[in-house]
């Protein structure tokens, strides 16, 4: 069982808390989803029903704040959306927020830049931009 996937039960039940039987029937979900979906399924479907900030619930709602047109994703605007998943923007982003932001933002580049990582491209796109 991965983290992602463990992400993707919480999000699918919205259920919060750490109550231990919550924590076990969550496992038993996790253990049972990662059994039936693909990779690919679990971390699609946690990107579409995550929370990212106000007003934003799931990936369409993210990409808009961004680029409210239909043009792919730069690895800059990737790099922001994917760092909302650790620090959510909230209705009155503060300095603190910005500067943990720009931190993560920060980080997650750095992390597509090794080797090995898997950067989504979509067919017949340039390298260096991609879309989901």
């Not at 690919?40 to 900030?53: K, P, S």
């Not at 934003?56 to 760092?83: H, W």
């Not at 603190?96 to 580049?109: E, G, P």
Request: aromatic share 10%.
């Amino acid at each position: 069982m991965s983290t992602i996937e463990q992400q993707y039960v919480r999000t699918v039940i919205r259920r919060r808390g750490n109550v231990f039987a919550c924590k076990i029937v969550e496992l038993v979900i996790v253990a049972l989803s990662s059994q039936r979906l693909a990779k690919q399924q679990i971390w699609l479907g946690y990107l579409w029903r995550a929370y990212f900030g106000y007003l934003m619930n799931g990936y369409e709602d993210v990409r808009r704040s961004y680029i409210p047109d239909e043009r792919a994703l730069d690895p800059i605007t990737a790099a922001k959306i994917v760092a909302q998943l650790k620090y959510p923007k909230p209705k009155r982003p503060t300095v603190n927020w910005h500067s943990r932001h720009v931190q993560r933002v920060a980080y997650v580049l750095r992390r597509m830049e090794e080797p090995g990582a898997a950067v989504p491209k979509a067919r017949g796109q340039a390298a260096g931009s991609f879309s989901m």
